[in-house]
Structure formats: structure tokens, C-alpha cells
Nanobody
Framework: QVQLVESGGGSVQAGGSLRLSCVSS????????MGWFRQVSGKEREGVAA????????YYAESVKGRFTISQDKAKNTLYLHMDSLKPEDTAMYYC??????????????????WGRGTRVTVSS
């Protein structure tokens, strides 16, 4: 089992930046993908970005391309999501997840078996 702990959320004005972090521990050798998902209250959780940890492939949702950057520091077992040019519609609870992914199905939540508790991001206009 993998334990994931997110941090870095907060409140920011539109156009601002935040960096989310996710520290992983436990049995991480069975993981080949890590991703960020977000959920607005009353809506379904959606994929934001993911990285296939063994090969380095990176995927983004269309809504965040060019504004968000996902990266990993393997030495620190940490996944990052750097968010620039934030918009009010980016307001959500952001979750880190890990699992086994194949092909382009990075945003298939069923492939992720470990989830953090989330960190809240609020963007005001």
C-alpha cells in the first residue's frame, strides 16, 4: 500500500501561481503512474495531469495545458504540480494518486489504487 500526503494548496488571486506537493511512502515499487486529480463540490472528479514514473511520459488535461506543469523528484519520493496563470475555474480540491497505468488512459481513475486526502485550491477573481 502507498501512502500519499498532499500539501501546498491555498488561496490565490486569478493569474497567480501555486505549487502542490505530494509525498509518497510505502510500497511504491508497484507503481508506474502518479497523477493529480481535482474535484469541485457536486461535480465528478477529473484528471488534471499524470506522469508515467518509469518512462517519464507526461499527460495533461486540455484545460490546464500550457499553465500547469507536473514533475517528480524520485530522490524525495515527491510529485509536484506547478500551477501558473490560475483561473477561478481551477478552484477545487486537488488529489494526488498512484497506480498502474497503460496506454493513454492516464485519467482513468480506476487505474489508481492509492489516493491522498487532498489539498484545497481557491482562486478568486
Amino acid at each position: 500500500q502507498v501512502q500519499l500526503v498532499e500539501s501546498g494548496g491555498g488561496s490565490v488571486q486569478a493569474g497567480g501561481s501555486l505549487r502542490l506537493s505530494c509525498v509518497s511512502s510505502g510500497y511504491t515499487s508497484g507503481v508506474n503512474c502518479m497523477g493529480w486529480f481535482r474535484q469541485v463540490s457536486g461535480k465528478e472528479r477529473e484528471g488534471v495531469a499524470a506522469i508515467y514514473t518509469r518512462v517519464g511520459s507526461i499527460y495533461y488535461a486540455e484545460s490546464v495545458k500550457g499553465r500547469f506543469t507536473i514533475s517528480q523528484d524520485k530522490a524525495k519520493n515527491t510529485l509536484y504540480l506547478h500551477m501558473d496563470s490560475l483561473k477561478p475555474e481551477d478552484t477545487a480540491m486537488y488529489y494526488c494518486a498512484s497506480g498502474l497505468c497503460f496506454g493513454n488512459y492516464w485519467d482513468d481513475q480506476g487505474r489508481y489504487n492509492s489516493w491522498g486526502r487532498g489539498t484545497r485550491v481557491t482562486v478568486s477573481s
